[in-house]
């Protein structure tokens, strides 16, 4: 199993500003995710994370208002840039297992934004 | 796009009573499956999958079934306890891709 932790584990940040949630693995991985989850509802996948290359985004999210980095096998950032209070979310990273199609999510940071 | 959903947003069991959550899945591609559990304040937890070439799978007091004909998935939870109480979400995927795709999620209370 893979042992994740994110930073911060929440914020209250003001209209107009980013924030960036750091996501560390104990291991080293080839891809990591990135989710949001908004109050009371699913998960949905925002990108996903290759060391090395440009993250690849889904439909409705783009790398303006959510840049991310990926610098080396066990770190990953996401910004939310220029914040509203639609992006009060919980932000989750996961990780592939690499012998199982199993994933593994972080705590999450719960993002509130007045 | 294609989704995947469930039948009930809430369900209540008697401590020691058996509970079933149900998942209904739209993509037919789909051919991987897995339920997690999510704790307040904490990220989803993996508990069991299942692929489309096998109709049921168990683990340690958690059995799922697969349905592929009415495109159903099922999680049953046998002697529930409080610990079990928590938000269960089934996703699906393709086995190798490991984008996931989540169903909308029921909260499960175990009542004392």
């Known amino acids: 199993s893979a042992v994740i932790s994110q930073k911060p584990s929440r914020d209250i940040c003001q209209r107009g500003t980013s924030l960036t949630i750091q996501c560390q693995v104990d291991?080293?991985?080839?891809?990591m995710f990135w989710y949001r989850q908004q109050p009371g509802q699913s998960l949905t996948l925002i990108a996903t994370?290759?060391?090395?290359?440009?993250?690849?985004?889904e439909s409705g999210f783009v790398i303006d208002k959510f840049p991310i980095s990926r610098p080396n096998l066990t770190f990953s950032t996401l910004t939310v840039s220029n914040m509203s209070p639609e992006d009060s979310s919980i932000y989750l990273c996961?990780?592939?297992?690499?012998?199982?199609?199993?994933?593994?999510f972080g705590p999450g940071t719960r993002l509130t934004v007045l | 796009g294609e989704s995947v959903g469930l039948h009930l947003p809430t369900l209540s069991v008697q401590e020691g009573d058996n509970s079933i959550i149900n998942c209904a899945y739209s993509?037919?591609?789909?051919?991987?499956f897995i339920w997690y559990k999510q704790e307040s304040g904490k990220g989803p937890q993996f508990i069991i999958d299942?692929?489309?070439?096998?109709d049921k799978r168990q683990g340690q007091r958690v059995t799922v079934l697969l349905n592929k004909t009415v495109k159903h998935l099922s999680l049953q939870i046998a002697a529930t306890q409080p610990g079990d109480s928590a938000v269960y979400f089934c996703?699906?995927?393709?086995?190798?891709?490991?984008?996931?795709?989540f169903g909308t999620g029921t909260r499960l209370t175990i009542i004392p």
């Open positions: 996961s990780v592939a297992a690499t012998m199982s199609n199993e994933q593994f």
């Open positions: 993509n037919s591609a789909s051919d991987y």
């Open positions: 299942i692929r489309s070439n096998m």
């Open positions: 996703a699906e995927t393709n086995f190798g891709n490991e984008k996931l795709t």
């Open positions: 291991s080293q991985v080839t891809m």
């Open positions: 994370a290759n060391q090395g290359s440009e993250a690849t985004y």
